[in-house]
């Protein structure tokens, strides 16, 4: 069983800039493409990016040229840097971890963008 561990939400001005992390422990972190979602107030869960064992990313078109997505499968760590946020950007922020039928999320992080 894989637990996720996310950090590095707050509350940053439009603009700014920050950087989530998502901490894996109970598993071969390596074997597992990483997901990440949000989920702004009222609204559905949505996919923001992922990156597969190799490394391959892909991302929603409203964050491209903004968000970069990667991993430290040394320290069994993903991240997700956000640059340039807008106020809708503002949600909890989910990790996921996804292997064959495995599927596993952390407990979310908010991130506020507002001025």
Known sequence: QV????????????????????AASGGAFGNYAI??????????REWVAHITINSYTNYVEAVKGRFTISRDNAKNTAYLEM????????????CNAQMVNLNYWGQGTQVTVSS
Do not use: F, H, M
């Open 3 to 22: 637990q996720l561990v996310e950090s590095g939400g707050g509350l940053v001005q439009p603009g700014g800039s920050l950087r989530l992390s998502c």
């Open 35 to 44: 997901y990440w979602y949000r989920q702004a107030p009222g609204k559905q």
């Open 83 to 94: 640059n340039r946020l807008k106020p809708e950007d503002t949600a909890i922020y989910y």
